[in-house]
């Protein structure tokens, strides 16, 4: 079965740090450009990060410049979002997604974390 | 706040057609492939148009997509309940060097 499975939201006050994971099954993970996309409660979508297939190449909204890191472990079909001096504002479900370079479009996405910054 | 702008909320009842609009710039719709989520409560976003028209496996042909300048459009025709969700438009953003998605908008079904 194709799937993404995140994990490591949880609640952490504010200036903390999370690290999310996303493992991969089902699909040729190395190959793919691979996303995190997060949606604040009740609010839409916003695109957070982005890495190639290498891990060569990464991409990041400005807002959240500086503050992030996105990596992949090709070997373990893994990514994750190193999250620092996390604000409220940050508070969302976190989804990572797969990139499909032939549709240019998100077409696998996982089920969410949640994160929450909060004192 | 997002670049790409769709109306809040859409409604027909069953059977009608119903068009959402996403309105962007030079540097996302209207240089790059247009494409539209379909979200339900609580789950994950579903790919539902993606190059601009294409349908993957499984979305009903009731659901298009259009694209002129620098604005998009989803139909659906043939409105069923199980539309009933929220739908996004997006696009890569070559200014932003970044994915933008469109604020969303509600879809009911009266």
């Known amino acids: 079965e194709v799937q993404l499975v995140e994990s490591g939201g949880g609640l952490v006050k504010p200036g903390g740090s999370l690290r999310l994971s996303c493992v991969a099954s089902?699909?040729?993970?190395?190959?793919?450009?691979l996303t995190w996309v997060r949606q604040t409660p009740g609010r839409g979508l916003e695109w957070v990060s982005s890495?190639?297939?290498?891990?060569?190449?990464?991409y990041y909204a400005d807002s959240l410049k500086g503050r992030l890191t996105i990596s992949r472990d090709n070997a373990k079909n893994s990514l994750y979002l190193q999250m620092n001096s996390l604000r409220a504002e940050d508070t969302a479900v976190y989804y990572c997604?797969?990139?499909?370079?032939?549709?240019?479009?998100?077409?696998?996405w996982g089920q969410g974390t949640m994160v929450t910054v909060s004192s | 706040q997002s670049v790409v702008t769709q109306p809040p909320s859409a409604s027909g009842t069953p059977g009608q057609s119903v068009t959402i609009s996403c309105a962007g710039s030079?540097?996302?719709?209207?240089?790059?492939?247009v494409n539209w989520y379909q979200q339900f409560p609580g789950t994950a976003p579903k790919l539902l148009i993606y190059?601009?028209?294409q349908r993957p496996s499984g979305v009903p042909d009731r659901f298009s997509g259009s694209k002129s300048g620098t604005s998009a459009s989803l139909a659906i025709s043939g409105l069923q309940s199980e539309d009933e969700a929220d739908y996004y438009c997006?696009?890569?953003?070559?200014?932003?060097?970044?994915?933008?998605f469109g604020t969303g908008t509600r879809v009911s079904v009266l």
């Open positions: 997604g797969r990139f499909a370079t032939g549709l240019d479009a998100f077409d696998i």
């Open positions: 089902g699909f040729s993970f190395s190959h793919d450009t």
């Open positions: 890495i190639s297939s290498s891990g060569s190449h990464t």
């Open positions: 030079r540097s996302n719709i209207g240089s790059n492939t």
């Open positions: 190059t601009m028209n």
């Open positions: 997006a696009a890569w953003d070559d200014s932003l060097n970044g994915y933008v």
